[in-house]
């Protein structure tokens, strides 16, 4: 019964993108709006998205967070380490993996962080610190 409905809805869309006068296409608009009310909304289709992600690190995160959320990346040939692509529902991405990954990303952001000024000050007793560097010039 469902496919029906989505058939003629689609004859129906096909007649109002070719209709040739305004009554033609008002009665073809009407039309539809009634079939979708009976078949109820489409579902929504998948998007390929391409995410350039600034480290081996971030790839490694985000792979598991879309792994564990049965998301499949993959990566198209020739394509940078730093790259990788899904084939999603784009609203559950935005609302479910994005969110977490992006939280785990500064998580791990703050941790590196921590680890270098950790490292930098405990084991080379240096304070790191670029805001001293000289301004050197180059040439004449």
């Known amino acids: 019964m469902d496919d029906r409905l989505r058939e003629r809805l689609a004859k129906l869309e096909a007649l109002f993108a070719r209709a040739g006068t305004a ?30 992600l600034p480290d081996p690190w971030s790839v490694r995160l985000f792979v598991a967070v879309c792994r564990k959320h049965g998301v499949r990346p993959y990566r198209y040939p020739r ?33 590196f962080e921590e680890t270098v000024d950790h490292l930098i000050t405990e084991a080379m007793r240096s304070d790191g610190d670029d805001s001293k560097l000289e301004a050197v010039r180059i040439g004449g």
């Open 79 to 111: 394509q940078r380490r730093t790259t990788v692509m899904v084939r999603v529902h784009e609203r559950m991405f935005d609302s479910v993996v994005w969110p977490e990954f992006s939280h785990l990303q500064t998580a791990l952001e703050l941790y």
């Open 23 to 52: 009554g033609e296409q008002a009665a073809a608009g009407a039309a539809i709006e009634r079939l979708q009310g009976r078949v109820g909304p489409r579902p929504e289709q998948e998007t390929e998205l391409k995410f350039s």
